[in-house]
């Protein structure tokens, strides 16, 4: 299975693919509205499309939960705000095709009964901002948002709002703090945001590459979708492959293709060096090394091993890298993103941050490394939200297989790697 399937990365390369001219016609969204709302969830249910967005939950199970009837107004709210670590789909998504975002959003917001929807991008990507800004202003040119759209009678008001740049206003409850103008930090759950959401009112919380989905869902049917991926892991996502690999880049591909397949495709590691381990979705998955090569990426085969898919964010790191500097750097990035909330996450990634630093010197002792275990083993599953767990995956993981490099360290009283040492240590064993 080495076949690409482009279809949201279809036209990325021709020079108008973010117009509505190189775009095309929303003939999905009208399709969509001449449709119960109720066919478009059931043929998302059918088609098995599971959030992109990294927990994989089905997305027409979630459109379900929305209550009719209630007479409270309904929101979407679409997850811009890709921040995780070696994340990198929605950004050039929005950049390369943000009609198909915009296009899934009239489609998502009719089926759940939505007059309002959000795009909730991510602060730091202005560029992006304007991009999907500027789609959203051809589409109301167009009659494609705004009142009575395709003459259905249907009214859908669709705003892009621009996050400050914090890591956790991706987690849906904080972000929707952060659209409410507060703080963003994460809300106890339940309630779920389908029950009580922006505003205290159902909300569809979904990311870009789930909603920019839909549209070809609609158009090809569900069927169509369902025929690619796995049997629990249908349709295609955006593979991000970056770091030592010779073609870094998008590959859009059916899910349950491996990382051997994709590097095949990739060209491969950079030359004259040898894969030494690699993230499967983001910092936050636990890493995988060369072993994994051959595990199908799709949710379940991976979860199997020991990580996560994630956001397909595949890392690549040769064996010219240090782990437990790359862990240090990640460390880094959660102490100094954690919102703060609550005690294990932001107690915890501090000290990890402290003992991870020393290690990294070569002035640690074995101890430190129980500490920094045990530290994580006092996040995992004891934080408030699921950045904590996504902080401990890289320590527990890069133990697990990288114990003797960490011991190194200290062994020599100094990183290995260090171009000052004499020899890259391992990189010719
Ligand atoms: C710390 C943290 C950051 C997150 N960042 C994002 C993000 O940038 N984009 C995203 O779509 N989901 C992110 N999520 C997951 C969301 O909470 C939510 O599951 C997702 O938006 C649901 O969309 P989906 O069902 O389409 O995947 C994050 C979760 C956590 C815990
Ligand atoms: S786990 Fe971290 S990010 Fe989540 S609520 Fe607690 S402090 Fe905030």
Redesign the pocket.
């Known amino acids: 299975m080495t076949t690409l399937t482009p279809v949201l990365t279809a036209n990325w390369d021709q020079a108008d693919s973010f117009t509505l001219s190189g775009y095309g016609e929303y003939s999905a969204a009208k399709k969509a509205l001449g449709m119960e709302p109720d066919a478009i969830i059931k043929a998302v249910k059918d088609s098995g499309l ?8 089905p ?1 027409g199970m ?1 459109w379900g939960f929305i209550p009719q009837g209630d007479g409270k107004p309904h929101y979407l709210v679409v ?6 670590p070696g ?1 990198c789909k ?1 950004i050039p998504l929005m950049m390369a095709n943000p009609h198909s975002l915009v296009e899934g959003a009239i489609i998502t917001a009719y089926a759940i009964r939505a007059n309002h929807a959000f795009i909730y991008v ?1 602060g730091e990507v202005l560029h992006v901002i304007r991009r999907v800004q500027a789609a959203v202003r051809e589409a109301y040119e167009k009659g494609y948002l705004g009142t009575n759209i395709f003459g259905s009678g249907y009214d859908l008001e669709l705003v892009v709002h621009s996050g400050a740049g914090a ?9 929707l703090d952060s659209l409410e103008g507060y703080r963003g930090q ?1 809300r106890l759950k339940p309630p779920f945001p389908a029950v009580a959401g922006l505003y205290a009112s159902p909300t569809v ?7 920019a989905s839909v549209p070809s869902i609609i158009g090809n049917g569900a069927d169509w979708f369902a025929a690619m991926g796995t049997e629990k892991s249908k349709g295609f996502g955006i593979f991000s492959l970056s770091g030592h690999v010779t073609r870094p880049g998008q590959y859009e591909a059916p899910l349950g293709i491996t990382l051997r397949e994709l590097l095949d495709m990739a060209g491969g590691i950079r030359a004259g060096h040898r894969l030494k381990f690699w993230t499967p979705g983001g910092s ?1 998955t636990p890493i995988f090394t060369d072993e994994h090569l051959d595990v199908p990426l799709d949710f379940e085969s991976v979860g199997a091993k020991g990580s996560m898919l994630g ?1 397909r964010a595949l890392q690549i790191f040769d064996e010219t890298t240090c782990v437990v500097r790359t862990v240090l750097r990640w460390t880094e990035f959660y102490a100094h ?1 954690s919102c703060g909330k609550c005690t294990p996450c932001r107690e915890g990634t501090y000290w990890l941050k402290q003992v991870l630093k020393r290690l990294e010197k070569g002035q640690g002792t074995e101890d430190d490394l129980s500490t920094i275990t045990d530290i994580a083993d006092n996040i995992l599953g004891r934080s408030f ?3 904590g767990d ?1 902080a401990t995956s890289p320590i527990h993981s890069s133990v697990k297989y990288f114990r003797d490099e960490y011991l190194k360290h200290f062994e020599i009283g100094g990183c290995p790697f260090d171009r000052a040492a004499s020899t890259v240590w391992g990189a010719s064993a």
């Open positions: 599971r959030g992109r967005g990294g927990a994989g939950f997305t979630k997850n811009a705000d890709e921040s995780e994340t929605d991510r890591y956790i206003c991706g987690e849906e409850t904080a972000l994460p919380v979904n990311n870009v590459e789930s909603i936050s956001t993103e939200c699921a950045f996504g």
